[in-house]
């Protein structure tokens, strides 16, 4: 006889844009609020887990946004979901691939509900069910979106005095490559012997600008070069390695095993970005781990600028991960003026701290859902 775990009885999805304190700005788009999508996965025992499906202010970086993943799970996943058997999760997100290709984001919000609706079922909080933590809490990168190095400058001084935050990471990409070098290279004089900063390109050089302007920024203190070339340009991203002193973080290039696979065998990045979102959930983040962890790659926690919900499905994970040593940058609840939880996540010293009760840990406030649901 087989012990069976929770069925799914019900999924629902619900639209919400979350406020931000400030606008976002990447290299094409501005975002003013998140749009972020609420998956709700109920039990025959009454059991509701939820899980958050966000992409960085819309499709630009994955080709998903929140309208799409909302048909996704509402249409094609969600009936699949129903009547499932949450004891056999892995079998169920393999299903899951075979009925929809890509769309990570969409199916990360649907998996992350049904592994909080499963661990809220036994009682466990969600890193104990992903197989125990290594950490109580991880380091929090503050962000800063494509602005003049004053306002930068001033923001990043403010929010190492408020937050305790022991590093940066600015946005690259928007100005023509060496206005934008310039740019840097005055952050940096104000701000490298203050804390770590380092830039995310979002792929948008091209190897040869890379080669001829990344070393300024080495020479200007940068401390880590996020995705400078294009996403499939996993060739340069290796030529690149082996070219800086500084580290070279793969984002855009590494969203599935089979790119952790080959970024590793191409010593093609230094250290990997992992992302629930990007990666389809849980499962495939694990397994994107293992590699990391088997080549000596170490792990940093990005972010897609999730809402609170989000950022401690994320951290949950990367909380139980040995090969995440390079800290986080889940600073999207700090970038947003309120989110869905009844309480506010514990940052403290430049860190989020992990909750333990059962599942995430922490409950939706259904008059926040309602005030900033999407009609
Ligand atoms: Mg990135």
């Known amino acids: 006889m087989t012990a069976a775990g929770p069925r799914v009885e019900k999924v629902s999805t619900t639209l919400v844009d979350l406020p931000l304190h ?165 952050i940096a004089a104000s701000l490298a012997q203050v804390t770590s900063v380092r830039v995310d390109l979002n792929g948008a050089w091209d190897e040869l600008t890379a080669t001829r302007l990344l070393p300024r920024l080495e020479e ?53 970005s992992l992302k629930i979102g990007k990666s389809g959930g849980y499962l495939a983040t694990q397994r994107i781990a293992a590699v990391a962890q088997a080549a000596g790659i170490p792990c940093h926690g990005g972010t897609g600028i999730e809402s609170s919900l989000g950022t401690l499905a994320g951290a949950h994970l990367l909380a139980t991960l040995p090969a995440v040593t390079w800290g986080s940058e889940l600073f999207g609840p700090l970038l947003m003026t309120d989110g869905l939880l009844a309480e506010p996540l514990d940052y403290r010293d430049g860190a989020v701290h992990l909750p333990d009760g059962p599942g995430l840990g922490i409950e939706l406030d259904e008059d926040r859902v309602a005030r900033y649901a999407r009609r």
């Open 22 to 186: 400030r606008p976002h700005q990447f290299r094409d788009s501005t975002m003013d609020a998140q749009g972020v999508l609420l998956v709700r996965v109920g039990t025959g025992d009454g059991v509701v887990g939820v899980g958050e499906g966000v992409v960085p202010g819309g499709p630009w970086w994955g080709g998903e946004s929140v309208e799409t993943m909302q048909v996704v799970v509402d249409r094609y996943l969600a009936p699949l979901a129903v009547g499932a058997d949450l004891g056999r999760l892995p079998e169920l997100r393999g299903r899951m691939d075979r009925l929809v290709a890509a769309n990570p984001f969409a199916k990360c919000a649907l998996e992350t509900a049904m592994w909080d609706a499963w661990a809220r079922t036994l009682g466990l909080p969600l890193h104990a069910l992903l197989g125990g933590r290594c950490r109580d809490s991880l380091p929090v990168t503050w962000a800063i979106g494509v602005a003049d190095p004053d306002a930068v400058v001033d923001e990043a001084l403010a929010r190492i005095e408020s937050g305790g935050h022991t590093s940066i990471k600015l946005k690259m990409g928007a100005l023509e490559p060496t206005a934008d070098t310039v740019r840097v290279e005055k």
């Open 220 to 272: 200007a203190g940068i401390d880590l070069v996020e995705q400078p070339t294009p996403a499939w340009d996993v060739e340069a991203m290796a030529r690149l390695c082996g070219l800086l002193r500084v580290p070279v973080m793969a984002d855009e290039s590494l969203r599935s095993d089979h790119d952790a696979l080959t970024l590793a065998a191409r010593r093609a990045a230094d250290v990997f």
